[in-house]
């Protein structure tokens, strides 16, 4: 009698980008400026080991554990006590690369290794589940970068040309050049977990606590999901990872508001001034900073919203505490797409960062938004929308829908750009920032 086995699970899918040029034309290879790392081998080291050196990354050989460590780290643990001489080690730098790449896409690791190589700087890489991490020698950083940068322009350029052959029109080639980053300077450290904003509201300096941990945790546990969660279904709803650190977004929406609210030239002043006004943040995550930033310049009435994994979270209070506002705002959850609560009812600003990045969200957040100018209208109220998103996270095809969707849904769809939204404390020209207003139809 033969006994037949249970056949294994289906392997699970990465998700990710997985053809090659995609992948190329958007590395966005952001540099780690804040840290050196050090490869260490403690032959007698098993996994779990020297936890307190905090390796970004371990690797078992046969010739022991292989460690990738911090060096501020080490130094803080006192590397005599550890036996590594950091002295003695290549001292290396991080670039990890933007682009969600699949664990199942080929090629990616040998086309930036030949072409680092072409210049002479050696490259270490590590792939993690999203995004693939090249250590490279400190001295040979920035010259790195710059050529990742340029190989991912001449890759644009050469899925232009294949994509004019293919009928696609120049009009289409230049909205989505238009999307491309510029450069990958971040506003945001995401290593660092007190962010402190680079101006202030009048004398005020508003600050807030990021949960990077949260933020490393694996895409989805079912363990901790709660008995709502349809596993198989959009896990997005229910990961609160993204909204567990702040945005570059959220910092250039706070920093409209504020310079609208005091610079009598600003040229968006009318609809982005928060003073005296209702205000609404859509997908405020765990620090909420456009929607604490119009509560510190004086709105009338603040409500910070969000799934119920964010609004529930300590940190979001911790943060609201920490800047004296828990007085000046509300909190709901509003899931996009949902009924609008009443406490929604008479919007006169809605503010969204950040929000765009995944296809799938990108009609309900709309939706939320039409909704919400909906119910204010019928109250008398005219409400506009700012949305404000980074275009160095490699999510293209989201912000063209979105471009495509605000033009069909709104009358006036104003993009900000050059002196409108650039200042010099936000070293960052991938943000994008629209003003939405003149709803066309509702849902
Ligand atoms: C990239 S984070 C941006 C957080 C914050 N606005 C910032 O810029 O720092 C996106 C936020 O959208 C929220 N979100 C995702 N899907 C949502 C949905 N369907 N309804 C409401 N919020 C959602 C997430 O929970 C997360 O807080």
């Given at each position: 009698m033969s006994m037949s086995s249970p056949s294994p699970p289906p392997p699970t899918p990465t998700g990710g980008i997985k053809e090659l040029d995609a992948i190329l034309s958007t590395l966005s290879p952001e540099l780690d400026k804040h840290e050196v790392y050090i490869f260490h081998t403690d032959p007698d080291a098993s996994y779990g080991d020297h936890a307190k050196l905090r390796p970004v990354a371990t690797c078992q050989e046969r010739e022991g554990l292989t460690f990738v460590v911090p060096l501020s780290v080490l130094m803080e643990c006192g590397s005599d006590d550890v036996g590594i001489d950091p002295a003695q080690q290549p001292h290396m730098r991080r670039i990890t690369l933007g682009v969600h790449s699949s664990l199942e896409a080929v090629g990616l690791t040998a086309a930036v290794s030949t072409l680092l190589a072409k210049h002479e700087i050696s490259a270490n890489m590590i792939a993690g589940h999203h995004h693939d991490h090249l250590f490279v020698p400190a001295n040979d950083a920035e010259r790195a970068v710059e050529l990742l940068i340029q190989f991912a322009e001449e890759s644009r350029a050469a899925t232009r040309k294949e994509n004019d052959c293919h009928g696609e029109s120049d009009e289409d080639a230049e909205t989505w050049e238009g999307l491309?980053?510029?450069?990958?300077?971040?506003?945001?450290?995401?290593?660092?977990?007190i962010f402190t904003l680079p101006f202030k509201i009048g004398s005020k300096q508003i600050s807030i606590e990021q949960d990077i941990e949260a933020r490393r945790?694996?895409?989805?546990?079912t363990a901790t999901?709660?008995?709502?969660?349809?596993?198989?279904?959009?896990?997005t709803e229910h990961d609160s990872r993204t909204g567990a650190v702040l945005w570059d977004g959220a910092v250039v929406a706070a920093s409209l508001l504020e310079r609208c609210s005091t610079d009598s030239t600003q040229k968006f002043r009318d609809q982005l001034d928060p003073r005296g006004k209702v205000v609404a943040e859509l997908g405020c995550g765990c620090s909420a900073v456009p929607g604490q930033v119009a509560a510190t310049l004086g709105a009338m009435r603040v409500s910070l919203t969000d799934l119920n994994c964010i609004v529930d979270a300590d940190i979001l209070r911790r943060n609201i505490d920490r800047n004296g506002l828990s007085d000046d705002v509300e909190l709901f959850p509003h899931k996009w797409g949902g009924p609008i609560p009443?406490?929604?009812?008479?919007?006169?600003l809605i503010l969204a960062a950040d929000c765009i990045y995944d296809l799938s969200l990108v009609e309900p957040l709309l939706s939320s938004i039409s909704n919400i100018m909906v119910a204010a209208k019928a109250n008398g109220n005219i409400c506009v929308a700012l949305v404000t998103f980074d275009t160095s996270i490699g999510r293209h095809k989201a912000y063209a829908m979105f471009e495509q969707e605000a033009h069909a849904r709104f009358e006036s769809v104003e993009f900000l750009e050059g002196d409108d939204i650039s200042r010099e404390h936000l070293a960052t020209d991938s943000v994008k920032a629209y003003i939405l207003s003149g709803l066309k139809f509702r849902d």
């Open positions: 491309m980053p510029l450069h990958v300077e971040k506003i945001v450290d995401h290593s660092n977990p945790r694996p895409a989805f546990d999901a709660g008995d709502d969660v349809e596993v198989g279904g959009d896990l009443a406490e929604l009812s008479d919007v006169q």
